[in-house]
Each structure stands twice: as C-alpha cells, then as structure tokens.
C-alpha cells in the first residue's frame, strides 16, 4: 500500500511505500529516499539525487558490502549507524553504559510523521534502556533538508546514567562515484574563508573545532563533487551544522567506494551524561543536492537560510558607522558625538559604539564583566549620546562581550567560579581575558540582566556581540564526569540569552563577532541578524574571504567596512572606490577615523554611499553569481539579479596588474537574466540584449590605470 501522509510543507510531500518501508521525500528540485527494513533492524539510504518516482525507489536495490567475514555489511549505507555488530565505520551513536558496556542492537519501533508533518523513525535498543529518533524536516520550497536527532534514557535510576560519546546529527551516506572531492574553507584570525577542494581519501577525513566556538580555521559544512564540477555545472553534496560550539565532520571513504559524511556537536573526548528519564536533542544539519554547480549549491543554501533561518530577511540591512578604528578603546561622549555627526552626513543609518564604553575599560586588560557606563567618559551615561545619534537620524548600537570577563573586573573578583578554569591547573589567559560558562543559569541569568537594563536605559538599536578568545580549560565546575559538557552546552546558553533577548526587545537587531568570523553557522543565524566577516579590513584581501563566505552564506548577513588608508592591518594603500566596491559585496560599513578624511574624500563617500542605497536590495535580497573568482591578484567579479529580474549589479575588482594576465579583463558572460529581455546600461544608456550579455558577454569597463582599480555596473531590464 502507498500513502502520501500530509506534507510538512504543502508541495513538499513524504511518500511512504508501507509494504516495502520505502520514503521518499520530495524537496524542490530533488529527493531523498531511504528504507526502513524491520526485519533486518536497519534503516538504509537508498538515493539522494535528481527526483524519481516512488515506484522506482521501491524497486531500487539497497546497496551492501560484498558478503566476507572482514567488511561490514551495511557500512556507508546506513542513515544513521551506531557501535555495534558488524559494522567497522565511524558510528553516528556511540554511547557507555553504567556498567561499561557499549555495544548498541537496534530495533524498529516506528515510521510516523509528527504532528507538524516531518518524518520520525523511532528505534531502540533490543534490550538496553536507550532509543533515539530519527527525524527529517522538508520547508516550502527549498532544497534542503534538515535532519537530527533524540537520544533518551528510558530506563529507572537503577539503570544509572549513560555516557553520550558520540551522538551525532546525522550520517549523509552519498552514492557510488568513482571519486569525490571533498570543499571546505580553513584560514585563521584576519583570514578566515580560504577555499580548498581536493580529492578525499579513502579512510577518514576529519575536519571540526576543539574551540569551543565555531572558529575562523573552519566552518562545520563540506561540499562534496566528483571531481569535474564547476560553478554552474556538476553534482555536488553539501552537509552543513547548525551549531556554534565545538563541532566535528567525518568524511569517510571505503575502499570500496561508500562514502558519508557524520556530522555533529563536540569533539573527540565532549561527552554527556543522560540520566534516566532524560532526552539530548542535537542539532540541526543541513543537506543540500544539486546538479548544477557550485554557484547553484550557495544560491540555494542563500535561499533556504533567508526562508527559514535568518530573523528577519525581509529587512535591508542599514549602513552603519563603527567606531572602532578611529578611537579604539579611547572614547569619550564629545569625540562619538563628532563621528556621529560626520557618519550622518555620509548617509549611514546606523552608528555602533564600540569597545571602551564601559567601568574600568582602558584597554584590553581590564574591566570586562564591569557593564555600566565610564565614569569619566560617559558621566551622564549613554542616553546622551543615544538620543543625538536618534536625532541625527541614525539608529544606535553598542558593542558588548558578554561571555568574557578580564581577572582585573569587579565580576570576576566576585564570581571566579563563573569562568572556565580546572582548579588545580593555572588559567590561560587570552587577550588578557577568561571565558564566562553559559552552560551555567546564573551566568546566563546574570547576562540577561544587565543587558535587559543597558539595552532600556541606553534605549539600543543593535548590539555588536563580541566574543573574542577560544576556550582553554574547559571544564563546567560541579559537573563532574559531564565536566567537558560546556563544548557543546555553552553555545546553548548563549542561544538562550539571544533568544530571551530578541523575545523581550522584539526591534532590537544583532550583529554576531568572534574576533571577525569565528562563529558563524546556521545556528547563530538564526538568532543574528549579520555577522562580522573578519576583523581584516583590507578591501584586497576581503575578496578571498568573502569569496569563501559566500559558499554557504548570503550577502545579507556579510558585513563589509570601507576603512582608512593605508590599512590599519595590512599597511596597505588603496583607493577609495575599490574599498567601497569590495564592501559594497555585502553590508556595507563604515569604520574609518571620518574626522582625517579630506573634504574630497568625504564627498566621494557620501556620493558611493548613496549609489550602495540605490544597489542594496539587488545586492542583499537577490542571487549570487560568482563570475570570476580571487586568484592570485586577477580580476575578481560578482553578480547579483534582483528579486524580480529586472535588475543586476556586477562589481568588477582587479588588485593588482601583470603583463601575463593582461590588463583589461575579458567580457565578462553574466548569469540569471531573462533570455528574452534587453538590459540597459543605468549610467551609460548602452542596451544589450540577454543573449548577447550571457554568450558574449558584458564588455568589461575600462579601469583606471594600476593596481586596486574596480568598477560597478548596474544593468534594468528594459521592459516593451
């Protein structure tokens, strides 16, 4: 018999096939279709592909091993295998019993849809006092689909408490190729986002963060091809997680082919005590198939995370003005005020106080904990300086660290219990500061409290949200064995305190920092509004970082700062124009010292910044093309097509200039437009048609003479 049960979307169905415990499940433009075998105890992955009717996924054969004593049978085609039996690959479930045993024999218990309409596999052990559910999740049209998992104890206090080792997300088992190639970005502070692919390995590949925070050396996603995909054309596999502590991907590769990928929370060592009773729920990760190229994969990924994760995506994202450049930690209300009134004549819309408001700040070794206005330089507190921002028609923001706290602070000399630290083992210091645990209530409690009282009495817009160390001694006081529980259980708390906080101030709007982008994923999307790319300014080396954001995330969360010149990290020179067109790739910023530019200087920007109003719905809300990509110094372009097609945007930027590569660059062929429709030139009137731009291509602008030299190109469909 084949049912098709209601949708947990409409037009996103799940067919089921009871006699055979086929699923399939239909996303946009793809499916996923695995079989639950009852008998065999086994849930198998079937296809992950182009779609395909349920009549043909039933009778599709379930792959397994060759049938010998040293393979495991169903190893690389399980959805979602646990430690036990014949199977020799990484376990999705690893777990240890009070009494030491580890081993894990599943059994069937139930295929049903929940309430909402996703699928739930229900499982258990055949005699232990542990099941987990598996559960997938299909949103209105998207290509993703979403997929964790529960793990309770349902046992009494006789039976103890289990050990959570490993409980991961869930397993993408990917089909047979005779290669894959495994993308990832990796990179450091103030270089974050350096694309990689390479050809994976048979055995295990594991990329992941001991961090306890997401980290700029890597993101929790992989994008997997087989070797001859390009960026419009071609198979490729992406695995995301949503999660902002530590995290860990495994791609694994039999000698015979099978691949999958296990994805999850914590890392070699994080483990969580489950008490009888009790049930851990994992994150969310995130598969996306398409069969055209890897400009379709982060398209559809943009698409899915401003349908179904970001806040509010419907919203243009303002142009803010960031202090920190200019003053640093020295600020006072008269030298804010200054900025202020000159980032207002620019057009910003938004002016963010950053570090240096608060008690105590004089650098970066002391005061943080401290969070209430400096005496000397704010004797009158905040509101001030908030009301002048609110009448000069900007919104105003404050940066914050709350889950960092420095030895000299009032807060720590009064809770040192409340920062991660083993007590026999000397605290490492880091920027001169310690880690606040947010797996703990009162710490949670405590943060709630005073950022509830800064956010009314400095009546705030936007929160800058900071946080800028890694983990060291990372242990949760009176936690015992679950001690390293904190990798994983103190992002949670910082998600409860975003999520309190956007509930109780419903405008307030964040911004998401980790020293630039170390942490950034799904999860801290879903309670941020934008997040800081990297604290590298440098408009030449933001092409390649932001070249590796836009793998996975939209321009409408990536902010971009036009800064002075010479950097101030980099020392390097460069024009004007080319720092606003590389910023203008995402949300354009603000964090020069306005009060050493020129007039000249001043003019020019007030004049860009108004052309990034008239671009940013194009740029923010429309889809991404990557024309030409950051490589060694050549000529980068990106692309954006509005909402409605009737507009596109083309920033062309060329860092430097060789004899070797030329110094004009080709036509540039764009992407997206109505074949049918004649695009005009919005400054120079030149029309072309959409063939013509696709298969000929743009001819490209004459840039100025030398190094760092750019231009912007707005094309609207001319309509008949």
Known sequence: MTTSPTPADPGQPIEIDEATGTVLIRLRRSVYVLGVD??????????????????????????????NSFAGRYDGTEEFPVEGGARFGVPALEVR??????????????????????????????????????????????????????????????????????????????????????????????????????????????????????????????????????EEHGEVKVVALAASGSWRITAQRTAAGRTGVVVGEGHEGTELSLAPGRTHTTAVSLGLHTGHGFGAASRAFHSHLRAHVLPHPGELRPVLYNSWEATSFQVSEDNQLALARRAAALGAELFVLDDGWFRGRHDDRSGLGDWTPHEQRFPRGLRPLSDEVHRLGMAFGLWVEPEMTNPDSDL???????????????????????????????????????????????????????????????????????????????????????????????????????????????????????????????????????????????????SAWVTDSPNPLTGREVPLPFRFHSAMAGVLGLGGDLTRWTEAELAQAAELVAVYKDIRPVVQHGRQYRLLAPDEGRTTAVQYVSEQGDRTVVLLLRPGTSFVHGHEPAPLRLRGLEQDAVYRDEDTGQEWSARTLTAFGLPAPRLPAGDCASALVRLRRVES
């Open 38 to 67: 009852r008998a065999a105890a086994v849930v198998r992955h079937i296809h992950w592909g182009a779609p395909l009717p349920l009549a043909d996924a039933v009778a599709l054969p379930a792959w397994t091993e060759h049938d």
């Open 97 to 230: 019993f009070a009494d030491g045993s580890h081993l894990l024999e599943a059994e069937v218990q139930d295929l049903a849809l929940a309430a909402d309409g996703h699928l739930v596999i229900s499982l258990r052990d055949r005699v232990r006092p542990l099941s987990w559910r598996l559960h997938y999740r299909v949103r209105a049209d998207t290509d993703v689909l979403e997929r964790w998992t529960e793990v309770t104890h349902t046992g009494t206090g006789d039976d103890g408490d289990i050990r959570l080792l490993r409980c991961s997300s869930a397993h993408w088992p990917m089909p047979m190729r005779p290669l894959w190639r495994l993308g990832s970005v990796h990179g450091g502070w103030s270089a974050e986002g350096r694309l990689e692919r390479a050809v994976l390995p048979v055995g295990e590949t594991v990329l992941g963060s001991r961090r306890g925070h997401t980290g700029h050396h890597a993101n929790p996603w992989v994008a997997l091809d087989p070797g001859d995909t390009g």
């Open 412 to 558: 720590y000399r009064k809770h040192p219990d409340w920062v991660l630290h083993a007590p026999d083992r000397t605290p490492t210091e880091l920027r001169n500061q310690l880690v606040l645990d947010f797996s703990r209530s009162d710490v949670v409690a405590w943060a709630l409290e005073w950022l509830r009282r800064t956010v009314t009495e400095a009546d705030v817009d936007f929160l800058k949200w900071d946080f800028n160390r890694s983990f060291t001694e990372a242990v949760a006081h009176g936690a015992g064995q679950d001690a390293r529980r904190v990798h994983i259980e103190h992002a949670r708390g910082l998600y409860r305190v975003l999520d309190q906080l956007r509930s109780d101030f419903p405008e307030l709007r964040i911004e998401g920092c980790a020293g630039g982008g170390g942490r950034v994923d799904p999860g801290i999307l879903a309670r941020s509004d934008q997040v800081w790319t990297s604290d590298n300014t440098d408009a030449v080396d933001r092409l390649t970082i932001q070249h590796g954001f836009s793998q996975l995330y939209p321009a409408c969360v990536m």
